[in-house]
């Protein structure tokens, strides 16, 4: 597989967990299939915004989600370091990321256990499940899953990976910045979606070493709101539940790893609410004809909530996930 030509940025910020150059080292490693995925400006979308808006779908791909990235990369890592050798892999997903570990397990014959909510949306398990994965559905949350999954993890010898956690998460999303960037005509602003913090912290990884003056802005549901506070206050904030549509997002036990990797790369976190979500939702389907997800259409709720902070500016965001089941298409877009 060809790497990704770009060269290497001068770092900003050499001493950061995330690695510049290993971005262009998973540009390389990913699964073709999850590279390069579409950008462009949706006219129509721009100008009920009143905004240049580039969108980069992150939905065209065998899982309708960017973690395959990340996803790709970790296991192509941990199987290169030897961690993985007669060990089973373990995992904890709200659905998103645990296809994407299942997606790259499988095509290296590697077994897979991933943890569940009993909550979970049932499409993403069946398609976790499809995908080869042995599934535990239990606790009422994601994070009380992912509790009972690094704790087997512990148990049984398994090896345990968590998506923000492990840097490779991160710098395998960064290559969709990479992509982003590379055109000419940089954005002056990116709004990301913020759940567990490896699609942002990889994002503002890459892009604030190509183009400093873009102004990165996190995005995060009003009722999961745990990472936006850690963030901002420096100390981690642990709410007793969450509540919101925007299960892909929905944290609420925030990475202290993730959190860190936030500073001096985030500019701001802006949080939405979730009947703006699902108008998100509704002006891309109209304008666009785009699925999206509740986290897949977060940024574009941010431009509608907070107009002031975009209106005339050359924006982009991620449409990080369409996984919708047919019930929620009925209720929240049509």
């Known amino acids: 597989m060809e790497s990704f030509s770009s060269p290497l940025p001068a770092d900003p910020s050499p001493g950061h967990r995330l690695r510049l150059e290993n971005?262009?080292?998973?540009?390389?490693?990913?699964?073709?299939?999850?590279?390069?995925?579409?950008?462009?400006?949706c006219e129509p979308l721009s100008?009920?915004?009143?905004?240049?808006?580039?969108?980069?779908?992150?939905?065209?791909?065998?899982?309708?989600c960017f973690k395959g990235r990340g996803a790709g990369f970790l296991v192509a890592s941990r199987l290169a370091d030897g961690s993985l050798r007669g060990r089973r892999l373990v995992g904890a997903?709200?659905?998103?990321?645990?296809?994407?570990?299942?997606?790259?397990?499988?095509?290296?014959?590697?077994?897979?256990?991933?943890?569940?909510?009993?909550?979970?949306?049932?499409?993403?398990?069946?398609?976790?499940?499809?995908?080869?994965?042995?599934?535990?559905?239990?606790?009422?949350?994601?994070?009380?899953?992912?509790?009972?999954?690094?704790?087997?993890?512990?148990?049984?010898?398994?090896?345990?990976?968590?998506?923000?956690?492990?840097?490779?998460?991160?710098?395998?999303?960064?290559?969709?910045?990479?992509?982003?960037?590379?055109a000419p005509e940089k954005p002056e602003v990116l709004a990301v979606p913020l759940g567990n913090g490896a699609l942002l912290t990889g994002i503002a990884r890459w892009a604030k070493a190509v183009s400093p003056s873009t102004e990165i802005i996190g995005v995060q549901a009003k009722g999961a709101d745990a990472m936006e506070k850690s963030w901002r206050g420096q100390?981690?904030?642990?709410?007793?539940?969450?509540?919101?549509?925007?299960?892909?997002?929905?944290?609420?036990?925030?990475?202290?790893?993730?959190?860190?990797?936030?500073?001096?790369?985030?500019?701001?976190?802006?949080?939405?609410?979730?009947?703006?979500?699902?108008?998100?939702?509704?002006?891309?389907?109209?304008?666009?004809?785009?699925?999206?997800?509740?986290?897949?259409?977060?940024?574009?709720?941010?431009?509608m909530a907070h107009p002031e902070r975009f209106k005339g500016r050359r924006v982009a965001t991620v449409l990080c996930g369409s996984n919708l089941t047919g019930d929620q298409v009925r209720a929240w877009i049509m």
């Open 23 to 41: 971005v262009l080292r998973a540009a390389a490693l990913i699964d073709l299939v999850f590279l390069n995925s579409p950008q462009f400006n």
């Open 47 to 64: 100008e009920a915004l009143a905004c240049s808006l580039t969108l980069k779908l992150e939905t065209a791909n065998p899982i309708r």
């Open 93 to 182: 997903s709200a659905g998103n990321w645990g296809q994407a570990l299942a997606y790259a397990c499988r095509s290296l014959r590697l077994p897979l256990t991933l943890f569940a909510a009993t909550t979970a949306n049932p499409l993403k398990v069946a398609r976790m499940t499809a995908l080869g994965a042995e599934m535990v559905l239990t606790g009422h949350d994601f994070d009380a899953a992912k509790e009972a999954g690094e704790a087997h993890a512990k148990a049984t010898g398994g090896l345990w990976v968590a998506d923000g956690l492990d840097p490779e998460a991160a710098e395998g999303a960064a290559t969709i910045a990479l992509e982003l960037l590379a």
């Open 235 to 303: 100390t981690l904030v642990f709410p007793p539940s969450v509540a919101t549509i925007a299960d892909g997002i929905g944290v609420r036990v925030p990475i202290r790893e993730a959190v860190e990797d936030m500073q001096g790369l985030v500019d701001d976190v802006l949080l939405v609410e979730d009947d703006q979500i699902v108008a998100a939702m509704r002006l891309l389907f109209g304008t666009a004809g785009l699925l999206a997800e509740p986290s897949g259409a977060a940024g574009v709720a941010a431009i």
